[in-house]
């Protein structure tokens, strides 16, 4: 079997051809089936060069927050093109509940300006959130910023390593922002400095195809005036153009009762909003899980992670294996992430997910 598996004339094919070829040679015994199954289970070059999964191996949990500005997601946007005061960077920030981004330039991705932008950017605008969920680059993994999410009593969350789907949010928050700068510079590419905050006011006054509701008028109850508006005289704003006392202070009076009743509503309008991105999410969260394939490991169990490039998700090289190991599993962090150690009992750092992982048969 392992001459005609893995010989000079093998091509480490799967079981059922090397049934077939061992059954060629007139070679043949009970449970041949069997053995040739475990037999190609087993074997490193197999198990090392063996395809990627295509499909996921845990299920969709999608994250709800509860209240406006208690989640926020962060991630870094670039590099994007070197400008003259040298910005490369945008760290963005989105609110989990209203979907409200906060975004700043940056020169260099650092656990300084992150602390900076946590304390300048989140607390002073918007109250000390509860959970803050980033990826595990450098500027957020570390001590400096752990110290600070502690003494605000921040939980500080880091999404599993290649495994973006936990911090979906800050990622779909990179991708608007960037879609709105492209159309923006028409080709003034360093110039995004500057056309980023009309970018973020754009998205943040633009109603949601889910909610139909801005993360503006879930912030602060009323939907916002645009400049349009003031040119055209919408109705709205029409009374207010008027600069004789009488019909200016019945338009306040007026204006001042509808603001009350906005804010009345405005738990309801939350509420609402809430309740059709769940439904929104349900329907994704079906999707997903029709493509699951679940593999389950335990503690202890020995694994292979999958391989890339250091700093890339472009693969591996042509002939090098796409899977390294074997590994340990240290611990079950959560339904489809997993702590690991080496052989040696050296732990690996963070978290990792199911879906680069799968069991080593030694």
Not at 108 to 130: G, H, K
Not at 170 to 176: F, H, M, R, W
Not at 223 to 241: C, G
Not at 256 to 264: A, C, K, N, P
Request: charged share 25%.
């Amino acid at each position: 079997m392992e001459a005609i598996h893995q010989g000079e004339c093998g091509t480490h094919a799967r079981d059922r051809s090397l049934v077939m070829r061992i059954l060629c040679q007139g070679f043949f015994w009970p449970n041949i089936h069997k053995d040739a199954h475990v037999f190609v289970e087993k074997c490193p070059q197999c198990q090392y060069y063996a395809n990627m999964h295509r499909q996921p191996a845990g299920y969709l949990k999608p994250i709800n927050s509860s209240w406006p500005f208690a989640i926020w997601g962060l991630d870094f946007l670039g590099p994007m093109p070197t400008t003259m005061r040298g910005y490369k960077w945008i760290l963005v920030a989105v609110d989990y509940f209203t979907k409200w981004i906060e975004a700043k330039p940056l020169t260099q991705p650092t656990a300084q300006n992150v602390e900076s932008f946590l304390w300048t950017n989140i607390i002073c605008r918007y109250d000390v959130p509860m959970v803050v969920i980033t990826d595990n680059d450098t500027p957020f993994a570390n001590q400096r910023i752990h110290d600070f999410c502690g003494e605000h009593h921040i939980n500080l969350k880091y999404a599993s390593i290649w495994h973006p789907l936990t911090n979906e949010q800050a990622k779909a928050a990179n991708k608007n922002i960037l879609n709105i700068l492209k159309k923006r510079l028409d080709g003034a590419r360093t110039r995004w400095p500057e056309e980023l905050p009309g970018a973020l006011w754009a998205y943040n006054t633009a109603p949601s195809e889910v909610t139909q509701e801005s993360p503006f008028s879930l912030s602060f109850g009323m939907d916002v005036v645009i400049p349009i508006e003031l040119e055209h005289l919408s109705p709205r704003v029409e009374a207010a153009a008027s600069f004789e006392p009488e019909a200016l202070q019945t338009w306040v009076d007026e204006n001042d009762d509808s603001r009350r009743v906005d804010l009345d509503l405005l738990e309801q309008k939350r509420e609402l909003a809430a309740l059709k991105r769940l439904e929104h999410k349900r329907r994704v969260e079906r999707y997903y899980n029709r493509k699951v394939s679940p593999r389950t490991l335990n503690q202890g169990d020995l694994v292979l992670r999958r391989r890339l490039l250091a700093g890339s998700n472009l693969g591996v090289p042509k002939l090098e294996p796409n899977w390294e190991g074997p590994y340990i599993v240290r611990e079950v962090a959560r339904p489809n992430a997993y702590y690991l150690m080496t052989s040696e009992s050296a732990q690996i750092p963070r978290s990792w997910s199911g879906d680069d992982l799968k069991r080593f048969y030694a």
